[in-house]
T-cell receptor, first 108, second 113 residues
Framework: GQNIDQPTEMTATEGAIVQINCTYQ??????LFWYQQHAGEAPTFLSY????GLEEKGRFSSFLSRSKGYSYLLLKELQMKDSASYLC?????????FGKGNQVVVIP | GAGVSQTPSNKVTEKGKYVELRCDPI?????LYWYRQSLGQGPEFLIY????????DSGLPNDRFFAVRPEGSVSTLKIQRTERGDSAVYLC???????????FGPGTRLTVL
């Protein structure tokens, strides 16, 4: 079975840094994905980790520890447009198992 | 290039009716996925196609749900005898293969009255 846990909501100030955590327990593992989803829109791909360590991609970075079943997404220099839900998903046997998503609200 | 497209964007139906939801994947993507997302939840896997065949349909909740992809491109998700609990956003995603990044369409919001 799959169990993906994420905190539900956080508020942060424009220009700040925010870290979104994800813990998982899965029967198989073939990579961890982060998606951004604005209200009423499709999830859009942000980052992918399959090996332990940090992947940096502009203002977004993602970290993975397979032994701990843990990942985080780091958002730097927050902008108002970053207000969205951030979904952590584990790939196993070609399917993605998603957490509930973490709603980030950016305030001026 | 064009992304994944889904039609209709919204579908309202009555309990007991039959509905079809369509997905056009990114051109050249051999893998296609259907997910269902309820309010406040992450997407939940339904079915995965590799080419024309359903490689994994273990996420379909019951036999009222069926999906086809006859030519290995467009897919249709079919729901018979709809129930109020089927109300959700149905998302389609595609990837170049089963091991690559999945790209999502805008979804179809299904409301069963």
């Amino acid at each position: 079975g799959q169990n993906i846990d994420q905190p539900t909501e956080m508020t942060a100030t424009e220009g700040a840094i925010v870290q979104i955590n994800c813990t998982y327990q899965t029967s198989g593992f073939n990579g961890l994905f982060w998606y951004q989803q604005h209200a009423g829109e499709a999830p859009t791909f942000l980052s992918y980790n399959v090996l332990d360590g940090l992947e940096e991609k502009g203002r977004f970075s993602s970290f993975l520890s397979r032994s701990k079943g843990y990942s985080y997404l780091l958002l730097k220099e927050l902008q108002m447009k970053d207000s969205a839900s951030y979904l952590c998903a584990v790939r196993s046997n070609n399917r993605l198992a998603f957490g509930k998503g973490n709603q980030v609200v950016v305030i001026p | 290039g064009a992304g994944v497209s889904q039609t209709p964007s919204n579908k309202v139906t009555e309990k007991g009716k039959y509905v079809e939801l369509r997905c056009d994947p990114i051109s050249g993507h051999t893998a296609l996925y259907w997910y269902r997302q309820s309010l406040g939840q992450g997407p939940e896997f339904l079915i995965y196609f590799q080419g024309t065949g359903a490689a994994d349909d273990s996420g379909l909740p019951n036999d009222r749900f069926f999906a086809v992809r006859p030519e290995g491109s467009v897919s249709t998700l079919k729901i018979q005898r709809t129930e109020r609990g089927d109300s959700a956003v149905y998302l389609c995603a595609s990837s170049t293969s089963g091991t690559d990044t999945q790209y999502f369409g805008p979804g179809t919001r299904l409301t069963v009255l």
